[in-house]
């Protein structure tokens, strides 16, 4: 596998001076890798080196981050998905050290992180392609947004408790008219996250399809659905919910779109290369992180 001499450090600047951050920044000193610090603050993300903000659009190609070979994330899972827009954007791998709580996606224990991240940089690692879904958002006003997502969009109320309703299309064909307090539009990787709070089944992440699932619905009939990745959905948020609707794309640090009226969505043409340990194992991970077979 390619070995890896340029490298991302994302992270948050409470992690700066963490000293499992400082251990691995001197591997990459001892190894010559190159590396640079993008920093998440509490609304923006800047270059550490010479403290300029950078968004995850077309212009950070004109930057010299897009020589870089690897991100390497130094925080819990919300980091990764921030992270994941820059990876997608500047076409290169991921890979997440947990700082977090649970972790399904920062993989890597910050325990054995020395060890496991000597192995990586050397090219000895899984490299992991996964689903990314891309959406269309149309709003009250008509202004549209575009944005692609790892875990998943959510069409949910705000502002109001009051449950929203919205006509759901696959490949044109209404399937539902449902109430709710939202919708989860979720792939295999977000299969996990906010659509396993809400009785989803959680969704091997090499599996070709995408889950529609609903938030607290109106009636028992309305349940989880899971098509193939191929196909388009359409949401269509009624009238009398579109003041109270928002979008959010893979949680709430990255984008949100109020007063939504249409949302498209489909599968991307491109998928987000997720680097993992030799040793890495999807079903270990879920055993290890839901506590599956010990005792409660």
Not at 41 to 64: D, F, G, Q, R, Y
Request: with cysteine; glycine share 6%; charged share 20%.
């Amino acid at each position: 596998m390619e070995k890896f001499k340029n490298i991302i450090i994302f992270t948050h600047e409470k992690y700066l001076k963490n000293k499992d951050v400082k251990t691995l920044v001197s591997l990459f000193k001892k190894k010559k890798i190159y590396y640079e610090f993008l920093i998440q603050s509490s609304n923006e993300v800047k270059i550490l080196s010479n403290n300029k903000i950078v968004k995850p659009n077309a212009s950070l190609k004109k930057t010299a981050l897009s020589n870089q070979g690897l991100i390497v994330v130094f925080g819990g899972d919300g980091l990764f998905l921030s992270a994941s827009k820059f990876a997608f954007v500047l076409d290169i791998p991921i890979l997440g050290i947990n700082f977090g709580k649970i972790g399904f996606l920062v993989d890597v224990d910050k325990k054995n992180a020395l060890k496991e991240m000597s192995q990586i940089i050397s090219g000895k690692y899984i490299l992991d392609n996964r689903i990314l879904i891309d959406a269309q958002v149309t709003d009250i006003k008509d202004n549209k947004s575009i944005s692609t997502s790892l875990n998943d969009i959510v069409i949910h109320n705000y502002g109001l408790l009051k449950m929203i309703q919205v006509k759901i299309h696959v490949n044109n064909y209404l399937i539902n008219v449902q109430r709710s307090d939202g919708i989860i539009i979720a792939t295999p990787t977000g299969s996990t996250a906010y659509s396993m709070s809400n009785g989803c089944p959680i969704v091997s992440p090499d599996a070709n399809v995408i889950s529609i699932t609903p938030i607290s619905p109106h009636t028992y009939s309305h349940r989880p659905l899971i098509i193939n990745s191929k196909d388009k959905i359409t949401i269509e948020v009624e009238r009398e919910s579109i003041k109270h609707s928002l979008v959010t794309f893979d949680g709430g640090n990255n984008l949100n779109v109020a007063h939504p009226k249409i949302i498209e969505i489909k599968k991307s043409r491109k998928n987000l290369k997720i680097i993992h340990p030799n040793n890495y194992n999807y079903f270990q991970i879920l055993n290890k992180k839901l506590k599956w077979g010990g005792r409660s």
